[in-house]
């Protein structure tokens, strides 16, 4: 695999399209896998969000949200998981398995840590071409597999439930998020000598939304995501999954203690992934700007701020809607978008 060295925090153009990049060595990699932007910025900026999303949430629907913990109640999502941690595991029946439970969210957590290595913010940017099909198994496909094994694991009435209803999104849901991201992918790097690379897409990407030939795609594009990262991530109307009044907690019921903090986790910092590759991938991060300016690092937080802003403002307007009405609604608003704009993509390309 290829890597490039990245100390700035700047995509070198140059580098990222002509492939002539340099080895990282292990103490760049444990930095980056351990520290930014890997486990401890991961896992940092996944409490922000969360307090973020309460925090808007409370502001639209006319309530206070967390405020005593820290300041302006910003660390109430650190305690709340630090409250999970130290309270008793419950053995809720004989075929309960909460170690296996427990290694599959850890194995979910490390992947979308190691995803963050391919995004451009890592410092010591980690590349090749194709990576994109890399970074979304293990940001998407894997951490999702990960929770279907961890609630199996820890079998019930609603889990099973909850499970089915969870399938039956993703049959839609995944396919439209990556179709969404894949697109601007392919048309980024097309004509460079690294296709689908995630770094060449981030140069790039903003030059299609200059594009008049380009632009209605990239919009068809942006539509689908919004869809889809809100059943991604199962935000209402599509919390079918978990719907409380219905099954408790769906797949989650049977969650306690320290495995219930690892599962918000994952859920949080699946959240972040999500945004942060919508806010590279389709949005261009610090595009006109480099990451080394402060012009590039405010633009790189207000996309991202806005991507969170969007998803929970659709979180907060609809109502759960039943499981058949979120299928039809999937299809029509989140992976028909998404196929259209990868036909009239490919008509650009080779046409």
Known sequence: MARHPNPSGSIDEHLVLTGEVKPMDVFQLLFATLIFPGLVFLTALSFLTQYLVRKLSARMQRRMGPKYVGPVGILQPVYDFLKLLRAKELLKTRYSMIRAAEISLLL?????????????????SVGSPYDFLIFFYMASIWPIIMIIIASLSMPGPYTSVGVSR??????????????????PVALASFDTNAPLMISATAVRVVNLWMNPLTLPIMILVTISLIVAVQSKLM??????????????AGYETEFSGPLLALAILLHDMDTVVSALAIVYLVLGGPAPFSHASIEGVLLVILKYFLVITVATYVKNVFGRYRIDQALVLLLKYGLM???IAGVLGSIYLYL
């Open 166 to 183: 969870l399938l039956s999104i993703l049959t839609v849901s995944e396919p439209a998020f990556f179709t969404g991201l894949l697109v």
């Open 108 to 124: 979910g957590l490390s992947s979308l840590v190691a995803s963050m290595l391919l995004l451009p913010l890592n410092v010591y």
């Open 337 to 339: 978008p998404a196929v």
């Open 235 to 248: 935000l209402p109307p599509f919390n079918i999954p978990e719907a409380e009044q219905e099954i408790i």
